[in-house]
């Protein structure tokens, strides 16, 4: 059998999929596309899509092996990261 045919293909998902497959919400992941704090995307025509890779390789960036471990590369909140001002000084 050729390689080509056995090979898996190269699936991307839509947001809904892509959220149900992390499973997060389909909103949550928008907002992560919104705020540059979630996983890479792709538009084709008018929609946006998800490879499997780009998923994997973000979710893989929340691996932790204890709570004490402090991780250069963590995934943020689906929010806008604002710079703390202190309206006192």
Known sequence: ???VLTAT????????EAADWLGL????LEKH??????PAYR????????????????ADRGAR???????E???SAARH???HRSYLS
């Not at 084709?44 to 998923?55: F, K, N, P, Q, S």
């Not at 092996?65 to 991780?71: F, G, K, R, V, W």
């Open 1 to 3: 059998m050729s390689d």
């Open 9 to 16: 293909p190269h699936r991307l998902l839509r947001t809904n």
């Open 25 to 28: 919400s389909g909103r949550t």
């Open 33 to 38: 596309r919104t705020f540059g704090t979630g």
């Open 43 to 58: 538009k084709i025509g008018g929609r946006v899509v998800y490879a499997m890779d780009d998923l994997q390789a973000w």
């Open 65 to 71: 092996t204890s709570t004490t471990e402090q991780a």
């Open 73 to 75: 590369a963590a995934i």
């Open 81 to 83: 990261q604002r710079e």
